[in-house]
């Protein structure tokens, strides 16, 4: 079907809305009436917006003093509504006025209901919204299309005992007749339907902070407010740093960040109306994990960049969402970093970063961007390519031009763009502009294909690997995985970085500074043709892809690999150090190298004291332990033993006074690999200990140290430990502790307690925002994890009917750890009979994924338990 086939007619273009709702929280339904100041380019005699779900009952059109009723026709398949006059409108300003009501859904999209309960037990509900992507057409009559802004002036008509938030600061309440209240709000700046948003319930607000003239304020549940101070901290940073960057001022007249109960996603950018899981914005930072900490900063930096990058300057059409998305994902880390230097945050990237490249390793990957025709095509770009990949490209650019010149380029583009609309090729022109570089050249060739180069480091004498020559040749390919779909090769504009590694003292770097250790960078632009380097000397390996800011891999011979091992400790810093491990697994799925390799590496780096970096060595030997069983697993966990145990025994089990965030928490990841991964038995009676002293005083217990132990526990737990844990889940004092409780319950080995789980999230215990998450993990769970695809397809139509549609897919990321032959054809089988409602691209990498596991099983299993005994 063509994109007109969705897309609205330009004949009339709305330049205004006024909205009022009559909210029924009892009946979980609203009536409304909307009426839109519009402009008719030309003479016309009906009218096309988007509605979906709605009862249109009354609709008037109105030009010069002179109002007429107009038919109305529905679309159900295209969401659109017709107004038809027998009135012929001439070309100008006129005013339609729609009278509607509708229901609240139970899918977390639209005008939704959320329920909580309060501190004595009684149930209550918030009447909240989320419209992005296509959802604003379920709450009023709309020209629901990105391109198409407007300004939005709302009231809301709510209980007596009820408050009310909107975008825009509320200018009146006035007391009804009947007991309710009329709530009115300041008109908007002109915005996208998708940016508007309203909750409305019994909420509470702090006080409001001024942050150079704007007021900040958390708004959330009662009996909450102690959690929002580190909120507040973030949020208040955030507004300075982004007004500073961009070089424009705030675009709204207060910014609201909102906590709802019941969320699909993790937040989203309504201007000056923030909605968030409450788990990413009320925190106790005294009970709250480093990774919690840094995930609850880096959304609330994402969502207050989108108020420039997003609502300031909007993409034309779902296509473009990429741009938004990745570039608030880049602006988040760079708020972060800000915010908390001590945490590292661009060496962390490596983790999500690895997830775009596993995707993008497959022939069902996708351009970042791509043609979007439907609603449903809009809700299958938020995915990790649109976020992590785009996110990647976008530092990747960054780097290459120096980051003042890159940001030059983008105040530019916010200047010229501000107030309306932009494609991609506006950024790029933009930041070409600025810095005369070929940007539109180089992006283009990643933005509209997909995959990734490996780079390969050659000997130009005879084609092999290099050992070390006076020269090299740098070429690429298309990344690929073996088992995955075939796929045509391609080539990208790569911005390689390299370096000699100096291993003299003379020349040898400040490892603890995160600095590139050794002879200055180089760069070069690598394009279908060979890059030579001369001047290689064997005593000096040769690192690409230096401090890690392409996104790329680098494909090292053995001899190569080995001699970085050796001295990367002390002559990388961690985010190369973090690619060398990540780039040689990915050998491994690609069948470049062997699972026997990867091992000897993980050891020669043992003497790692980088969190990100020992996160990647404890992912490596889980990943490795899930491949053998019997003898092969007792000795691979020997193996795991001696890498992590004398990094453990240097920090100590008791985080010191001088210990920061990070160190604390490479302890509590140490103490996981060795109670999960490694078995240690010492380790998990350590872990039943702190974990029963958390249950009765978590306030005694290392708030990092109490979630490892949680997770050290369930996955040896019993019934008992089970038990536990679901008190504890349901009396939690944090969403965080809530979330760690809940997301242990599935970890168990016993699948008779795991089935409790389902149970929970048959009756409604579990929230749906959740439910996909938990059943998601379950499936990784190599005790339970047949068993939780067997629930999964016996209730296959209850869960697509429950969950938000943009959440099936997150739930079946899991599959991929189902790697036998046996599963695959299982899982293919049934997805041949039954469809994804949003994300069917998403679903189809997902069987790929899957394929690759089962191929690198029957190539790797075997060989690896031989190595592991010989």
Known sequence: ?????????????????????????????????????????????????????????????????????????????????????????????LILAIEFHGRCNEQLVGPYVSHFSHADGEPAKLITTQFEATHARKCFPCWDEPAIKASFEIELIIDGDHQAVSNAPEVSRTSLDDGRVAVRFAPTIVMSTYLVAFVAGPIETTEPIDVGGVPLRVVHVPGKGALTDFALEAGAFALTYFTDYFGLPYPGDKLDLVAIPDFAFGAMENLG?????????????????????????????????????????????????????AFATFMEMRCTDAFRPGWDRW??????????????????????????????????????????????????????LGEDRFRDGIRRYMVEHQFANADTADLWDAVEAETGEPVRQIMESWIFQGGYPQVVVTDPADGSPTTGGARVELTQHRMRFQGADRSDNQYWMVPVSYRRIATDPEHGGDRSSGEPAGPSVERLLLDTDPATIEGIDPAHPLVVNSSGSGFYRVLYPDAHREALAAVAVDHLNPVERYALIDDTWSAVLAGQTTTPSFLTLLEAMTGESDRSVWQRLIGGYSRLRRLVDGEARERLEEITHDALAPALAGLGLSPGPDDDDRRRQLRADLVRGLGVVANDPDIQDEAKRASATGLRNPELVDSSLLAAAIDVVAAGGDEADFDDFIRAWKA??????????????????????????????LDGSVRTQNAPFLLRRALLNEHCGHRTWQFITQHWDRLVDTFASSLIVRMLEGINALDTEADREAVAGFFSQHSVPSGQRTLQQILERQRVEVSLRQRESELLSRFLLG
């Not at 999500?352 to 095509?377: C, G, K, W």
């Open 273 to 325: 109306c923030v909605t968030f899981r409450e788990a990413l914005l009320l925190i106790d930072p005294d009970q709250a994990t480093q990774p919690e900490l840094q995930r609850a900063a880096d959304v609330i930096n994402h969502e207050i960049a989108h108020m420039w990058f997003g609502d300031l300057v909007t993409m034309s059409w779902w296509n473009g969402l990429w741009l938004n998305e």
């Open 732 to 761: 939690a004092t944090t969403p965080q502790s809530e979330l760690r409780y809940l997301g242990a319950l599935t970890d168990f080995p016993d699948p008779a307690l795991v089935e409790q789980v389902y149970g929970l999230i």
């Open 1 to 93: 079907m063509s994109s007109d086939q969705y897309r609205l007619p330009t004949t009339v273009r709305p330049s205004a809305y006024t909205i009022r709702l009559e909210l029924d929280h009892e009946s979980e339904t609203f009536s409304g009436r909307v009426v839109i100041d519009a402009e008719a380019g030309n003479a016309t005699s009906e009218f096309t917006l988007n509605s979906e779900d709605l009862t249109i009952t009354a609709a008037t059109a109105s030009q010069d003093g002179d109002t007429t009723t107009c038919d109305v026709e529905l679309d159900e398949e295209r969401e659109r509504l017709t107004l038809r006059s027998e009135r012929r409108f001439q070309p100008g300003p």
């Open 347 to 400: 060496t962390d990237f490596g983790l999500s970063r690895s997830e775009a490249f596993a995707t993008d390793s497959l022939a069902s990957t996708r351009p970042i961007e791509y043609e979007v025709i439907s609603p449903v095509d809009a809700e299958g770009m938020f995915d990790v390519l649109t976020y992590e990949k785009g996110a990647a490209v976008v530092r990747m650019l960054e780097q290459y």
